[in-house]
């Protein structure tokens, strides 16, 4: 499994992350992900777009709920908006 | 070591178009009730036996007043919509006045709808010469104040 940096860009993380901190994220690993952890996903309505929730729910069928951390109801665009999020989009898990 | 591994970038954003508030609009309807509230306070009265004249005078004062009513009920949404929409919990650490400028702002908006008060329009303008500093701070950009009239 190796390692690598994610630059956060935006505030729907803070007040856990803030916009331009980096972080160390590592590649996903099966059957590990578990509610309250944040992860590196492919946006899935735009391809070229990758972006860090965290999950929130574990749904059927391998769907993940994402949601930022800002309290903001505005703050996050995630599964309030995308909808559930296929485990298989996911890039890596960001180690606090 | 740990700079040699790859880096990408994820996106944190809002689900809002954050990226196009700008408090000018605030700003061009306080001018508008401002113009408005010094417009209604140099209208001078004409001799009221003068029918023609009355009817002027008070055509025009009644759209001055319908117009700074109209101007003030927008510059206090657009308010709203920066205070509540574009302005974050994030953005209170480096303005802890944040809620009570917009407050006041928004009273102020009420004031000069109730009132032919050139003082409350002078301190709208002031209090969204405020919000503009803030407001571009927060996008760390140096955005001059300016006025259209």
Known sequence: ?96 | MTNELPTIEAEAHCDGPCGVYDPASARIAAEAVQSMTNKMLTLECPDTSDAPAMAAYLNTMSRYAAIKEEEGHKCKSELLVLWTDFFKPVHLEANPNLHDTFWKAAKLCSACKVEVSAVHAQELMDAIEEIHNMFWAVKGREVAWVRAS
Do not use: Y
């Open chain 1, 1 to 96: 499994m190796s390692d690598f940096h994610v630059i956060i860009r935006g505030d729907s993380m803070w007040p856990t992350f803030s916009d331009g901190e980096k972080v160390r994220a590592s590649e996903l690993s099966e059957d590990e992900l578990t509610i309250g952890d944040i992860v590196v996903s492919k946006h899935p309505l735009k391809s070229k777009v990758i972006i860090v929730k965290r999950i929130n729910q574990i749904l059927a069928n391998n769907q993940l709920f994402l949601q930022g951390d800002n309290p903001d109801p505005l703050s996050s665009e995630d599964s309030h908006n995308f909808g559930p999020v296929n485990v298989n989009l996911i890039i890596g898990i960001i180690k606090n």
